[in-house]
């Protein structure tokens, strides 16, 4: 961002307000359309998040914090709910389960959600996403399967105190607005650059492709509409491939590979046969986290190959004079593609259960 340009934000953000606060007086129902609700309280201001929503899709409970599924003697509740009071600059203070009501604190500082967001802090960063994924769907599906009401209450908007009485001198009556200024405009800057992260991930990729193909087949001929099932297919299938391989090289890299490379070479001078036994043994372990590293690299190419896939796809569609026979030539990739990424989503699944098995997770 540009020096005039995050100066023209600052000034926007001082002249214009941030429209969306909750105010400290306010009682109001949260919307699913808010993907970071920011909150007017300061360090220390307390507000109570209440209610809960169910979802058609699996009959899943959802409320602030936590997840319940099943019923009867099988609910079975989890940590993780509709928000991430954490990425919001939150603490919890207290909680009533039985209500579905959170007590929870700003901490004064910066939630990571609010700053991905572009929102002042504290804010409530909605968690639809992991929720989805979770389930196979994309945001959109699982929010419209949503059903029920949530409220924020801000109980304690003024916690932390003034520092000392007096009125404050002119560089103190200065300095705090363009402070605030200045740091609403780098967080707004910082911000941007994560949302461009977030954009480039491949299963934002696959999600925006996808559902540009897929509206490009519904608007098509009666041979490329019969392509939609096995396009939504294809993009799920994708989906859990990307989040399978992100898991499967965050548990490989906590399994310390340098360390055990650093422990085969002081074997290695050695020359005793409960020193050649210990080295073969860290031999096959740095054997399965290669083997496994490898996996997530195989998995990384088939989402590519996906991407490059639908691209063409989509070109095609776009094509104003497609050949006739198109329809069963895409069919026929089509069928390609999704046997080569059925098999690539066994092997990494298989994959990410043994390494499950050995670290614990």
Do not use: K
């Not at 769907?137 to 419209?144: I, K, T």
């Not at 916690?159 to 707004?188: K, S, Y």
């Not at 104003?320 to 069963?328: F, L, R, T, V």
């Amino acid at each position: 961002m540009s020096a005039r340009s995050t100066a023209g934000l600052a000034l926007c953000v001082g002249l214009c307000g941030l429209p969306g606060l909750v105010g400290a007086e306010d009682r109001v129902s949260l919307s699913l359309r808010d993907v970071a609700r920011p909150v007017a309280v300061s360090p220390g201001g307390e507000v109570v998040v209440r209610g809960v929503v169910h979802s058609t899709h699996d009959g899943t409970v959802v409320d602030a914090l936590t997840t319940t599924t099943g019923e009867g003697a099988g609910v079975t509740t989890v940590p993780g709910g509709l928000y991430d009071i954490e990425a919001g600059g939150w603490r919890l203070v207290s909680r009533d389960p039985r209500a579905h009501a959170y007590r929870i604190a700003a901490t004064g500082t910066p939630g990571s959600g609010c700053t991905e967001a572009s929102v002042a802090s504290p804010c409530l960063p909605l968690r639809l996403l992991p929720l989805a994924q979770s389930r196979l769907l994309s945001v959109s599906e699982f929010a419209a399967s949503l059903t029920g009401a949530m409220t924020l209450e801000v109980v304690n908007p003024d916690a932390d105190p003034p520092a000392g009485p007096g009125e404050p001198g002119l560089v103190g009556r200065v300095a705090a607005p363009v402070a605030g200024a200045l740091a609403l405009a780098v967080a707004a800057w910082a911000g941007a650059r994560g949302l461009r992260r977030r954009a480039a991930r491949p299963e934002m990729r696959v999600r925006r492709l996808g559902a540009r193909v897929r509206a490009r087949l519904v608007a098509g001929d009666l041979v490329h509409r019969t392509l939609v099932p096995a396009v939504d297919r294809l993009v799920a299938r994708a989906l859990e491939l990307c989040a399978l391989r992100e898991r499967l090289e965050e548990r490989v890299s906590a399994m310390g590979r340098a360390a055990m490379v650093v422990r085969r070479a002081e074997l290695a001078g050695r020359g005793d046969a409960e020193t050649t036994a210990a080295r073969t043994l860290v031999d096959e372990q740095l054997a399965r986290i290669d083997a496994w590293a490898e996996e997530a690299r195989r998995a990384g190419g088939r989402v590519d190959r996906i991407l490059e896939y639908l691209r063409t796809l989509e070109q095609r569609l776009t094509d104003p004079a497609p050949a006739s026979d198109s329809g069963d030539a895409d069919a026929r990739l089509l069928a390609d593609v999704e046997g080569d990424v059925q098999s690539a989503l066994d092997a990494v699944r298989e994959a990410d259960r043994l390494v499950a098995g050995r670290t614990g997770a």
